[in-house]
């Protein structure tokens, strides 16, 4: 299970460090992919095999939509002998990432979010937005 936040920055080549603990759980080789809300999503590959099967099992007409988002931009992963991942151009500019950027565990997932962008996302949850989404929960 991916958890945890860690910040890093990215270098001009854009290379960033991927946390030892996420590259523990996810494995030599990994998936990076446009996640939801502005954030790359960083699938292992089981996590990717699934999102694939479960896409291409949708009739064409809901998964085009989904099958364009999630694998036109997609890339494999893997990290450099010190931990760090190239993420490309293309990824970059769709998340925003600049400089400093947050990793962020999310169960199945991680996430790289833009630093300032995780910290306005976080800025939008209240209490009452977690409470009716633990009432759906039974929790």
């Known amino acids: 299970m991916l958890i945890g936040e860690y910040q890093h920055n990215i270098d001009p080549k854009g290379r960033v460090i991927v946390p030892s603990k996420f590259r523990e ?8 992919t446009k996640g939801i809300d502005g954030c790359i999503f960083v699938l292992s590959p089981a996590g990717w095999n699934r999102l694939c099967e479960k896409v291409n099992a949708m009739p064409v007409s ?4 989904l099958q364009r988002f999630f694998f036109s931009g997609a890339v494999e992963a893997e990290p450099d002998k010190q931990g760090r991942i190239l993420i490309p151009q293309a990824l970059r500019s769709y998340a925003g990432l600049k400089k400093d950027v947050t990793f962020i565990g999310a169960s199945s997932r991680a996430e790289i979010w833009d630093t ?8 939008t949850l209240t209490q009452e937005n977690i409470a009716e989404a633990m009432d759906e929960l039974d929790f």
């Open 62 to 65: 809901k998964a085009r939509g």
């Open 25 to 32: 759980d996810l494995g030599d080789r990994f998936y990076l």
């Open 116 to 123: 300032a962008a995780w910290n306005a996302f976080n800025s």
